[in-house]
């Protein structure tokens, strides 16, 4: 199902060059053909986010690997992430508070608005800063051992790296309301039909899937993949009229590519698969 797993970077690079060389040591990079996985590796910690985790973050998507077409976000250990890395949580004043929740959103806006799909692997704690990590993904895949839950309203916080914007477009303010006063939490299942996962496995099938399903993404068209990512989410949040006039125009670029030109005539000649259960 994948290929062996090569050494992130360049062709011919040697270890330690390309983007690895770039990132802290609790992100490591591998390749598996046209995708890559950037793994969080801080399993002694939950994979709990630090500043230069964030960053690491920031920087992989500002540059990712050439040739890269999709990204697998996977994490070591039993969990995605129990959130922010409370050894961070220092004494800030009002402005410094301020810088430190826009670099977090800087961070995964850089990954949610970027080129590349991105298909998380959600498994065990996702929780605080994972969930808003994982809810700034485009596909998530949720092992059964995974549970959500949004602590912040117990310690005297609010999210601040984006959750109060994405999550309760995945589950609705009110859902989201719930877990921050009460400190629900909710199982895999639980997450599963509210919207927080796209696709549930079992325990140790998470990797595997995700990195079928942006194999399968990384063969789409590339005109295609942009306008999945950077104009759907614009038209969703657009007036109709001004949807409508973004959507004809993505239509008529994507159309207008010479690969969606040689599949519709492989597809007219009988070449091209047809949608079937």
């Known amino acids: 199902m994948t290929n062996a797993a090569e050494p992130a970077g360049r062709p011919g690079t040697a270890p330690g060059e390309g983007i690895e060389a ?33 960053l690491g973050i920031e920087t992989f ?16 250990g039993d969990h995605f992430c129990a959130g922010l890395d409370l050894s961070e949580l220092t004494e800030r004043d009002a402005f410094e508070g301020l810088e430190h929740s826009m670099m977090w959103h800087r961070a995964f806006e850089r990954m949610e608005r970027g080129r590349l799909p991105v298909v998380a692997v959600l498994k065990g704690a996702v929780i605080g800063g994972g969930l808003e990590l994982a809810s700034a993904t485009h596909l998530r895949v949720a092992e059964s051992t995974a549970f959500y839950a949004l602590p912040e309203g117990q310690h005297g916080l609010f999210v601040g790296g984006g959750g109060s914007v994405r999550v309760p477009r995945l589950i609705g303010a009110h859902r989201m309301a719930d877990m921050m006063l009460t400190g629900r939490v909710l199982d895999a299942e639980e997450g599963q039909a509210l919207g927080l996962s796209h696709y549930l496995v079992g325990p140790g099938e998470g990797l595997a899937t995700a990195v079928e399903l942006a194999q399968k993404i990384a063969k789409n068209s590339p005109v295609t993949n942009f306008a999945v990512l950077q104009a759907l989410p614009r038209i969703a949040e657009a007036n109709p009229a001004e949807g409508y006039l973004m959507e004809s125009m993505m239509a008529a670029l994507a159309g207008s590519s010479e690969q969606a030109q040689e599949r519709m005539r492989a597809f007219l000649a009988g070449r091209g698969g047809r949608v079937r259960r």
Not at 61 to 76: I, N, Q, T, Y
């Open 61 to 76: 998507f500002s540059a990712p690997p050439a040739g890269v077409k999709a990204v697998v976000l996977d994490a070591e």
């Open 22 to 54: 770039l990132l802290p040591k609790s992100l490591q990079v591998e390749r598996h053909g046209d995708v890559a996985v950037l793994r969080l590796t801080r399993a002694a910690k939950r994979n709990a986010l630090d500043d230069p985790t964030v």
